[in-house]
């Protein structure tokens, strides 16, 4: 007896991938520090520029004000979504979109109930496709099967939408708390002007908290609140473009239909075209 021929399955980019830490993340943010850092040591002392007072001012006050503006689940899941944010990832629109065109090929070939197993089991890093491709093998109607999708879609992206907010909340408090140590050092050094040994310290704390805070909003906060809500719209970009292959793998659509879909979402040059045979 002739053995029963298992289909193939199709050739994926399964999974987020993740790396050590985004390249563009490091050269930026660390290239700054290096710079500001190479200006200190040409111009003078390294330690002049090092005062523990204005340290506690600046960070503590920001890393508790930000905190207060919150709560502490708010604060775990952006330092989750900030951990994830740093680090890098190969997936883009095109890949996502190759994927579901051969998906849903697949699919059309060899019958929806084949994409169980490993197939939707390779997917977990991928939860709207996942998600989706266990509901269509249930037999949930598409609308439904739609309405959960952009729901789930909504939600995750209502929490990085929260995570930024964070880190812009604290992009503005830290140059403020800089402002609250400057004042707080001017008093020191007004109040010693009879001393002139406390002067110096004084005056340390006054500068070198409107240092630190404008070094935390501009080139750490600001940063990566923008590099945050920049892969949150291409995340957003994949999961749309998960939904549409899951909606077409439901309704049986052409695939001619779902490349013109997904391509409509993709820029001119990142076009994709289907699977063919």
Known sequence: MAEETRPSLPLLRIGRRWGLIDGATLFGIAGAFVLMALAIVL????????????VLIVIGGTVLITTASYSWGDMLRAGQDLGQTIRHRTRSGPDAARDVLRLADFARRHGILTLQGNIVGALRDQPVLQNGL???IEGTPDTEVEVLLRRDIA?????????????RRAAEIS?????????IGLVQMLSQLSNPSAIGPG????????????????????PLASKMERNSAEDQLIQHIHLLGVLSICRKDSPRRLEMQVNSLLPADQRVDGPTG
């Open 43 to 54: 111009g003078g002392s390294v330690l002049a520029f090092l005062d523990f007072p204005s």
């Open 134 to 136: 266990k509901l269509v």
């Open 155 to 167: 939600a995750q992206q209502s929490r990085i939408d929260k995570s930024a907010s964070v880190l």
């Open 175 to 183: 140059p403020a708390m800089g402002l609250i140590g400057t004042l």
């Open 203 to 222: 005056m340390a704390v006054a500068l070198l908290t409107t240092f630190y805070g404008a070094i935390l909003s501009n080139m750490v906060f600001s």
